[in-house]
């Protein structure tokens, strides 16, 4: 699986490209969307869109990891962010990749194992996961990777979940199977001990 982790926002939006083998990852590139505060609205979000489309057609992802938007106190920088976040997933959406969306915490929790991780841990796992030889910069590409392992975490323990299930319900069944022919033997050997007692007590009658 190739996961394209992406960390959005107007002045930089990071991104990062993960394959999945089993449970080893593996980064393949990374980077940032860049645009100036002097630039129109319209150019900053078309330069986000085009450098989006360029990594999915450069990397073939299949998957998209993106972050969801925490409201805080700057309501002016989330709706800013939000732009950027849309316009990022127009792109994924048309390339029909599969969408993922995850709070800051829970790629934290995915990546560190705990929500309350700093920047410099969620880093430090980056590099390991990836077995990278350096901290991948900027900050807004390891955002992005994080949010990528997130994804291929959370993937992986799913389809676990979904292949134990049917496993479950055969061993249930063979369980109830196994219980049923207990009880039939159970109920056969009763069976048979009493035609056997009324056998016994008739012949005592007949002899009496």
Known sequence: MIILGIDPGLAHTGWGVVETRGSICRARAYGCATTRSSESIDQRLGTIYDEVNRVIQAYHPTHLAIEKIFFGE????AIATA???GVAIVACARAGLIVGEYTPMQIKQAV???GSADKRQVI???RNVLALDHDPHPDHAADALAAAICHANLSRTKDLARNAAP???REAE?????YERVESREVTAAATATRLAKREEN???SAS
């Open 203 to 205: 012949m005592r009658r």
């Open 167 to 169: 496993d479950q319900m």
């Open 124 to 126: 430090y796992m980056v």
């Open 83 to 85: 732009q950027a976040r």
């Open 174 to 178: 063979l369980a109830q199977l196994e």
């Open 112 to 114: 560190v194992g705990t």
């Open 74 to 77: 700057n309501v002016r920088s």
